[in-house]
């Protein structure tokens, strides 16, 4: 087989062995959750689901660039730092870092509202458009012109990890698609086929869009 063949074959196998494993990660620790989280006390109930938030910002991340170099470790990462870093809005809502306050907001604070990913993947976009050209005009930012992949698809990983995130609350809570009102809760199944096919969709248009730009 010509290893161009090859190539795109470890590529198919590679994103349906990992889509495959993703599910299966999001039943299990939806089932683990659930069983171990009347053990737990309340901080390490917030600790335990911001980890996972953080596992499943990175899968995604994973599916949608795969694994070859050590920028897109860098990428995985920003994926799940992302992905959990939402909850922030929670001790902002509150006003209190006290576990008690943050588990005691009733309504869906700006961050978690998927109609906020558009506007924060444009920011991005536009931040990251800004900083490329400094690294261009400045000499002694040269060093850093290795990142321009990072840079190039930063707002696809705001788009996923805050997506994945979402998903995954509305579980119990629902879809918040403001000004235009919450979803009821999503089931299981059908939070586990959209977050398993947003990374493949992305990997697609990721591959088409910037494919010419040659990311690292
Ligand atoms: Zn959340």
């Known amino acids: 087989m010509p290893p161009r063949e090859k190539r795109s074959l470890t590529k198919y196998v590679f994103a349906i062995l990992g889509t495959l494993s993703f599910a299966t990660f999001c039943l299990l620790e939806q089932n683990f959750f659930k069983y171990f989280s009347q053990r737990l006390t309340i901080l390490q109930r917030i600790l335990a689901d911001s980890f996972v938030h953080f596992c499943v910002g990175c899968w995604c991340w994973v599916l949608v660039r795969g694994i070859h170099n050590n920028h897109i470790v860098i990428e995985i990462c920003l994926a799940g730092l ?15 870092i006290y576990p008690k306050d943050l588990i005691n907001i009733h309504h869906r604070s700006l961050f978690h509202t998927l109609t906020a990913v558009p506007v924060a993947s444009f920011v991005v976009w536009v931040c990251s458009k800004y900083i490329w050209g400094l690294i261009l005009k400045y000499k002694s930012l040269e060093q850093l012109k290795p990142l321009k992949g990072i840079l190039i698809v930063s707002p696809w990983i705001i788009a996923v990890a805050w997506t994945s995130h979402q998903l995954r609350d509305a579980l119990r809570r629902g879809i918040s698609l403001q000004p235009f009102g919450v979803t009821g809760p999503v089931p299981l199944w059908l939070y586990v086929a959209i977050v398993t096919i947003i990374p493949n969709f992305i990997r697609l248009l990721v591959s088409f869009l910037h494919e010419r730009k040659q990311l690292t």
């Open 82 to 96: 992302f992905s959990s870093a939402i909850d922030i809005d929670h001790i902002i809502e509150a006003r209190s």
